[in-house]
């Protein structure tokens, strides 16, 4: 074969390639629709506020483990490799230390036994199992006063000690903020925290009260599926999502699918068309959906884990298997939680609310 055939072969093949990782590749695809959708920009578009409302909606902020992480006093965090240097020194009674759940092994492992001083534990943000950390160990080192534990997937036996919290997941406000090392462009346009909150609120006004909400479930989970080239997280989230998926697709008209990948600011506004959301859990058994939902007067519907206990007083309906989602359940559901939405949103929704819970260890 001559050489020049050779390499226009080889030049095919690199561009079959590309289109194929491309194509297979969601985050890539995704970025590619929405430079094909001459709307995306409109549907995305940032609200406008002054950079004085701005700031002081940041002041207090919906519940979102960004947030509760920058309200502790020592900061390990997923892009830091080595702990700080202040988590060795000695610590007053009551300090609240972050450690990053990707670190928590390491941390529980390599760092505890030289703390000096009882602290507060606070581990979140990100999706490593919670399962198999030694929760032994840090209890029986008397140093931990509380660990609040984002992901909580321990037996139930331990929220009984009173020594361990649940910590919600909450909004996802850190892939939009321009100022986040962990940006992504999927959502929306950048905007900082204030303004998401705020435009958040405004579509909150939007929507009609729960009790004149049709009784429909709203489903987009089935959007974020995918597995090729990601973190095997993500296997966990594709098989509970295609599960969800399969059930729900049975239940006709009582679904309302979202057919292609929106802005957040849409899906936000979907929820003036619905009274429900259906939440199968995330990269981690939590999911920011299921925190929107809430806030956005509609009902999430979550399938059974350890997390249950983290929703006593909150309008979530729980279910064994995704085949409970029936018109008789939504109905059912709909009497039962109207009343909750009657009424202001909770300190619980709230990410200070959490972060004073932090700091009362403190004498």
């Known amino acids: 074969m001559p050489l020049y055939l050779a390499l226009a072969a080889f030049v095919v093949l690199i561009l079959i390639a590309g289109l194929a990782v491309a194509y297979l590749h969601y985050p890539t ?30 002041q207090d902020m919906f519940v979102s483990s960004t947030v509760m992480r920058d309200g502790c006093d020592i900061v390990w965090d997923e892009f830091d490799d080595e702990p700080p240097a202040e988590l060795f020194k000695p610590l007053a009674e009551g300090t609240v230390v972050f450690v990053n759940t990707m670190h928590a092994p390491r941390f529980i492992e390599e760092f505890l036994d030289r703390m ?20 032994e160990k840090v209890r029986s080192s008397n140093k931990v006063l ?10 139930p036996s331990w929220l009984d000690t009173g020594w361990i919290t649940p910590l919600p997941l909450g909004l996802n406000y850190h892939k939009l903020d321009p100022a986040s090392p962990n940006q992504s462009r999927d959502m929306g346009l950048p905007s900082r925290p204030g303004n998401q909150q705020l435009t958040m609120k405004a579509i909150r ?3 009609p009260s729960f009790r004149d ?9 089935h959007l974020n599926m ?6 095997p997280h993500a296997r966990k989230r594709h098989e509970a999502r295609a599960e969800a998926r399969d059930s729900l697709k049975a239940k006709g008209d009582l679904i309302l699918w979202e057919p292609r990948q929106a802005p957040r600011n849409s899906v936000w506004l979907r929820h003036r068309e ?31 884990t350890s997390l249950d206990p983290m929703y006593e ?22 009497e039962e939680f109207a009343d909750w939405f009657d009424k202001p949103l909770p300190p619980e929704l709230y990410s200070n609310h959490w972060i004073k819970r932090f700091h009362a260890f403190k004498p």
């Not at 629709?33 to 409302?53: C, S």
């Not at 859990?281 to 939902?293: F, L, P, V, Y």
């Not at 007083?313 to 709909?334: F, K, Q």
């Open 29 to 58: 695809r995704k970025t590619i629709m929405r430079a094909l959708d001459p709307n995306w920009g409109k549907r995305a578009r940032v609200f406008d506020f002054t950079r004085e409302e701005e700031e002081r909606e940041e």
């Open 116 to 135: 000096q001083g009882r602290f507060v534990l606070v581990t979140a943000r990100e999706n490593n199992s919670t399962a198999a950390f030694d929760v």
């Open 146 to 155: 509380h660990w609040f534990m984002e992901n909580f997937e321990l037996a």
């Open 205 to 207: 006004e939007e929507i």
């Open 213 to 221: 909400k049709p009784l429909k479930v709203y489903c987009n989970f």
């Open 226 to 231: 995918d597995t090729f080239l990601r973190h």
């Open 274 to 304: 619905v009274s429900f959301e259906a939440s199968p859990r995330g990269n981690s058994i939590d999911c920011h959906r299921t925190w929107e939902a809430l806030i956005l007067k509609s009902v999430p519907i979550v399938k059974t």
């Open 313 to 334: 007083g909150l309008p979530v309906a729980i279910v064994e298997d995704w085949s409970d989602v029936t018109p008789e359940a939504i109905a059912r559901w709909h």
